[in-house]
């Protein structure tokens, strides 16, 4: 008789869960303090090179067997996921924080993607959404603004248009989001990230080397920052978004993905005395509100996620829901 497997435990989902709200918001905390060492194109190269070398045996193993079995469509499709996942949005996070935006505001502003992505589930997915909904996308906003508003009074060195920086690569993040739940063939969660941390290196080094900013500084301290910075929010997370997002559906990630600003505006308090105003825990509060309202509602009207049994073929395993 057949039993479901690989359906994760709630002890397990919480512990991921945890780990991949730490190490995403370890995105915005790392980088801050690297880019007071050196400059955002040197940075993104040398944070995607060594990742992207430790992931070329699963790269290997995947474009072998695309050549075999004629998947190098779905292929091409994942080349065009990592782009947005990677290089449009670390590119709007790393843009934002050189431009002198704090590590709380540009991490609320890219958290704004679960709004996002129910607002646009129902066209893209067929997903319903509800007036509520709606209501909580405008409240999330509201919010942003209060956040960017109390960041912009602070005295900081941000001009006013690199606020929109990181809504730029959160636009990425989302585009990247729907073009994978809409690619038919899964792809093992290792290989799907081989392909984009693969591709996103291919385009920071063209930057790097059209700009002049590929070598790095020789201080420990770099190295320290890279190896950090490869293997937590590169590999880590990145690995556990995808993962959690093939295992538990959107609605799993966009409750987990309205946890990192609170997290990323206490470790940057914290790490560099940003600012945490009344404005700002105001700011917080809506927009994270709003972003439960969503998750739960998102959460009530979700069929089950589907049961793989020991006796299925391989690679037959149906694809979550979005």
């Known amino acids: ?14 512990l991921l869960g945890a780990a991949f709200v730490v190490s995403w918001s370890s995105g915005f905390v790392g980088p801050a303090w690297a880019l007071e060492q050196v400059g955002a194109t040197t940075l993104l190269l040398w944070r ?13 193993r995947h474009l072998g067997r695309a050549r075999r079995g004629g998947g190098t469509a779905t292929t091409g499709r994942h080349v065009l996921i990592g782009l947005l996942s990677q290089a449009v949005y670390l590119g709007g ?12 505001t540009t991490s609320l502003m890219d958290g ?8 646009l589930a129902g066209p893209l997915l067929g997903v319903a959404v509800g007036v509520r909904q709606w209501g909580a996308l405008a409240v999330g906003a509201v919010g942003v ?32 989001t729907f073009l994978e739940r809409r690619t038919p063939a899964p792809v093992p969660p290792m290989e799907r990230l081989a392909i984009h941390t693969t591709a996103s ?10 700009a002049g900013a590929v070598v790095p500084p020789a201080t420990p301290v770099f190295w320290w920052t890279i190896a950090w910075l490869a293997a937590v929010p590169t590999l880590a997370a990145y690995g556990l978004y995808w993962w ?36 700002t825990v105001a700011g917080l509060t809506l927009a994270l509100g709003a972003t439960w309202v969503v998750a739960r509602d998102d959460a009530a009207s ?13 690679g037959s395993r149906p694809r979550s829901r979005a």
Not at 150 to 175: H, I, K, R
Not at 302 to 314: E, G, L, N, W
Request: net charge negative; charged share 5%; hydrophobic share 60%.
């Open 93 to 104: 996070v790393y843009g934002a924080l050189a431009l002198g935006v704090n590590s709380g």
């Open 201 to 210: 290196t291919v385009v920071f080094a063209v930057v790097a080397l059209a």
């Open 244 to 279: 959690l997002l093939e295992r538990n559906g959107v609605t799993t990630v966009n409750a987990l993905m309205f946890l990192v600003p609170p997290v990323t505006t206490v470790w940057a308090a914290a790490a560099f005395g940003e600012p945490v105003t009344a404005l």
């Open 112 to 119: 704004v993607q679960p709004l996002v992505v129910a607002a």
């Open 145 to 176: 603004g209060l956040v960017v508003a109390a960041d912009a009074s602070a005295g900081g060195s941000a001009p006013t248009a690199a606020y929109a920086v990181p809504l730029l690569g959160m636009a990425g993040l989302v585009a990247a």
């Open 1 to 14: 008789m057949s039993r479901p497997i690989g359906i994760p435990t709630p002890v397990v989902t919480t």
């Open 302 to 314: 979700a069929p089950p996620a589907p049961v793989t049994p020991v006796d299925a073929p391989a």
């Open 48 to 60: 995607s090179l060594p990742a992207a070398l430790l992931l070329a045996p699963f790269l290997v």
